[in-house]
């Protein structure tokens, strides 16, 4: 299985931003989707994840700004990101969980600075 994640970028705060990741491959039974994020010397940290039925999960820090979606006949996860903070600045890494088996995208850079 692999994963193409795409859709950083440079953000003014405020702004808005849409990330992507596409499962390709052996895709048989997707169970979870998930984005993470990595900020500078912090730790990689869950940032959403929905599973095959729909129910999502939200850090805290995103609750009303980030709506994470899928797609299941493509095989993606979207991650829609609104009223982008500073602290969102990260790698962002989306995670598919395939027939119980985890994969890992290769992270995709945003910025939100003015």
């Known amino acids: 299985v692999q994963l193409q994640a795409s859709g950083g970028g440079l953000v003014q705060p405020g702004g808005s931003l849409r990330l992507s990741c596409a499962a390709s491959?052996?895709?048989?039974?997707?169970?979870?989707m998930g984005w993470y994020r990595q900020a500078p010397g912090k730790q990689r940290e869950l940032v959403a994840a929905?599973?095959?039925?729909?129910?999502?999960n939200y850090t805290d820090s995103v609750k009303g700004r980030f709506t994470i979606t899928r797609d299941n006949a493509r095989n993606t996860v979207y991650l829609q990101m609104n009223s982008l903070k500073p602290e969102d600045t990260a790698v962002y890494y989306c995670?598919?969980?395939?027939?119980?088996?985890?994969?890992w995208g290769q992270g995709t850079e945003l910025t939100v600075s003015s």
């Open positions: 491959g052996r895709v048989f039974s997707v169970n979870v």
């Open positions: 995670k598919v969980v395939n027939n119980w088996v985890a994969y």
């Open positions: 929905i599973d095959s039925g729909g129910s999502v």
